[in-house]
């Protein structure tokens, strides 16, 4: 378990999530396009079936334009069929095309579930907050969760800009490094955030000239 945790520590998400997408999409897109191609007949009769169907509700509607195909015996309610027997039966290659493509998109999302909760523990952890926590709260809300973490820890801890630590909202200087997290306006003497370029209270340039 301890080794679990460092390692979830080390990890670059940005970079991980990054590569995680591009495998994701080549491998979707190269199953997705064998199955397509080795069901065109099947897709070719589904669009078939549906353009029928259509035709048929328009001329029951009344609203089918006179193209040839306006006639009392046209589109007779005997002759709907189901769309199972409409369609051939796809070829065993055809199937199982298929099925590794429905694998590809549910192992996608349960990866990409893990990477959030994992993520969610990193980031909880660095905050000094309960790390295991946000990791549950991540397998269970996922981006839910992530919305609710980034609100608690922008209202309690803000982020040292020398050394990247996370410190309280109200600390003046980093525990870690020393650096200051406030500036003070020269003009109204208000304490402003250091990475601020005017005072929120009188407009006054925080940069030093």
Not at 50 to 69: A, F, I, K, P, Y
Not at 90 to 102: F, L
Not at 121 to 126: D, E, I, T
Not at 148 to 155: A, Q
Request: aromatic share 10%; with cysteine; hydrophobic share 45%.
């Amino acid at each position: 378990m301890n080794k679990m945790k460092r390692r979830v520590m080390q990890t670059n998400f940005g970079r991980t999530i990054k590569r995680f997408l591009i495998l994701t999409v080549c491998a979707v897109v190269l199953s997705g396009g064998i199955s397509a191609f080795l069901l065109r007949t099947q897709i070719g009769e589904i669009a078939s079936y549906v353009w029928q169907e259509e035709v048929r509700d328009e001329w029951q509607e009344g609203t089918l334009e006179s193209d040839g195909l306006h006639g009392e015996d046209f589109w007779r309610e005997e002759e709907r069929t189901d769309l199972a027997k409409v369609i051939t039966r796809p070829s065993a290659a055809a199937i199982a095309a298929a099925c590794v493509t429905g694998v590809i998109l549910l192992l996608a999302g349960a990866v990409y579930w893990l990477l959030v909760a994992a993520w969610l523990y990193q980031a909880a952890v660095l905050a000094k907050m309960h790390g295991m926590v946000w990791f549950l709260l991540g397998l269970c809300g996922n981006l839910a969760a992530v919305a609710v973490f980034l609100l608690l820890r922008s209202l309690i801890w803000k982020k040292c800009a020398e050394c990247g630590s996370y410190q309280p909202v109200k600390a003046a200087y980093c525990a870690a490094c020393g650096a200051g997290l406030t500036v003070k306006c020269p003009e109204c003497g208000i304490v402003c955030e250091k990475d601020a370029r005017y005072c929120r209270n009188c407009g006054k340039s925080l940069s030093e000239e």
